[in-house]
T-cell receptor, first 109, second 112 residues
Framework: GQNIDQPTEMTATEGAIVQINCTYQ??????LFWYQQHAGEAPTFLSY??LDGLEEKGRFSSFLSRSKGYSYLLLKELQMKDSASYLC??????????WGAGTKLIIKP | IAGITQAPTSQILAAGRRMTLRCTQD?????MYWYRQDLGLGLRLIHY???????GKGEVPDGYSVSRANTDDFPLTLASAVPSQTSVYFC???????????FGPGTRLTVL
């Protein structure tokens, strides 16, 4: 079966760095997406990785290792507004997104 | 309008009633999707459409139907609602199959 695993909840301190991990097993791979979802709102796109390595975009970076079925989202200089759920999704061989349940990130002052 | 809109924002529905959730986008995206989001579960694909005139079944299609008469609109119909269809429903679109998806604000549906 297809499976995306990520931690249910994480807590971090304002100004710090946090890494959210995602492991996956899917039928085929056509890229991995990270989305941010604030409570009561729609998911919004953060990053896309299809090749191994690190993609940096401002305070956010995303890493992919296809051989290990592993990705992480790195958030630097955490701000209170970063409190949200972070969703990992893998595009399978049919170009459909398979979604993880999301990681709720709590930022404390 | 700009982006994707969904209607209604929320709805309480009696079991057995028919309900259509509306989704409209003005980005001329070819691909559109309907997901449901339940606590503790990832987004699950209900139906999708890669282009106007075509639709396909996702992971959880039973009890739902869709149509795609034109590029902009992608309504989702519950023929006879059941309590297990209580969920938050998101419509999304993408400029191409396999691309980044843009989400509407969601419809919170409660079936009693």
């Amino acid at each position: 079966g297809q499976n995306i695993d990520q931690p249910t909840e994480m807590t971090a301190t304002e100004g710090a760095i946090v890494q959210i991990n995602c492991t996956y097993q899917t039928s085929g791979f056509n890229g991995l997406f990270w989305y941010q979802q604030h409570a009561g709102e729609a998911p919004t796109f953060l990053s896309y990785n299809v090749l191994d390595g690190l993609e940096e975009k401002g305070r956010f970076s995303s890493f992919l290792s296809r051989s290990k079925g592993y990705s992480y989202l790195l958030l630097k200089e955490l701000q209170m507004k970063d409190s949200a759920s972070y969703l990992c999704a893998v595009m399978d061989s049919n170009y459909q997104l398979i979604w993880g349940a999301g990681t709720k990130l709590i930022i404390k002052p | 309008i700009a982006g994707i809109t969904q209607a209604p924002t929320s709805q309480i529905l009696a079991a057995g009633r028919r309900m259509t959730l509306r989704c409209t986008q003005d980005m001329r995206h070819n691909a559109m999707y309907w997901y449901r989001q339940d606590l503790g579960l990832g987004l699950r694909l209900i139906h999708y459409s890669n282009t106007a005139g075509t639709t396909g079944k996702g992971e959880v299609p039973d009890g739902y139907s869709v149509s795609r008469a034109n590029t902009d609109d992608f309504p989702l119909t519950l023929a006879s609602a059941v309590p297990s269809q209580t969920s938050v429903y998101f419509c999304a679109s993408s400029p191409r199959d396999g691309g980044e998806q843009f989400f509407g604000p969601g419809t919170r549906l409660t079936v009693l």
